[in-house]
């Protein structure tokens, strides 16, 4: 009997503590946190898209240019 109160108050009472987590999920504050976060990350990876984008633009350029160059020696 003792066994089976006790497993009953330690699920009571995780459920009681475990509350204020779940609703904080619902909240109004947690969403637009969390849309915030969401719209940072993108922010980011697009910014690092780009920043690969540049790094890769100048070797094309120079192999453009290379390729000129041996067309005009010949």
Known sequence: MSTSMGMASVFVLSSLL?????MAEESPAFVAQNAAR??????????????HQNDANPQQTQVKASVSNESKDS
């Open 38 to 51: 969401a719209a940072a990350f993108e922010e980011h990876q697009t910014e690092l898209a780009a920043s």
């Open 18 to 22: 475990l509350s204020p987590l779940a």
